[in-house]
């Protein structure tokens, strides 16, 4: 099972049948997609209306292994704004030598 998968498993399990979809970000100014980033700390979005995505406000919210990396989502008065990061595994290139 990959990684990605697992961890769509594990967010569809510990949702309640009742929660709301992902927040759509064309909706919101990118003032208030940030605070609402910032504010929960780790939430799943949909940029654009698009595959929902999980954001988080830093760091400490991806695994030990991960890294962050800072995403721009398209919002209501912003076509590019810096939401927060999405957590992922380093590649290659990632590092310098």
Same mark, same amino acid.
């Given at each position: 099972? !990959?990684? %990605? @998968?697992?961890? $769509?498993?594990?967010? #569809? /399990?510990?949702?309640?049948? =009742?929660?709301?979809?992902?927040?759509? !970000?064309? %909706? @919101?100014?990118? $003032?208030?997609?940030? #605070? /609402?980033?910032?504010?929960? =700390?780790?939430?799943?979005?949909?940029?654009?209306?698009?595959?929902?995505?999980?954001?988080?406000?830093?760091?400490?919210?991806?695994?030990?292994?991960?890294?962050?990396?800072?995403?721009?989502?398209?919002?209501?008065?912003?076509?590019?704004?810096?939401?927060?990061?999405?957590?992922?595994?380093?590649?290659?290139?990632?590092?310098?030598?």
């Amino acid at each position: 099972m !990959t990684r %990605r @998968l697992a961890l $769509a498993l594990c967010a #569809a /399990l510990a949702t309640p049948a =009742g929660a709301q979809s992902p927040v759509t !970000t064309q %909706r @919101l100014t990118c $003032a208030d997609a940030m #605070a /609402l980033v910032k504010g929960k =700390g780790s939430l799943w979005i949909s940029p654009g209306g698009g595959v929902a995505e999980r954001f988080v406000r830093d760091r400490s919210q991806c695994g030990l292994t991960e890294i962050a990396e800072l995403r721009f989502v398209p919002t209501r008065d912003n076509p590019e704004c810096p939401i927060g990061y999405r957590c992922r595994e380093p590649e290659f290139g990632d590092w310098d030598w």
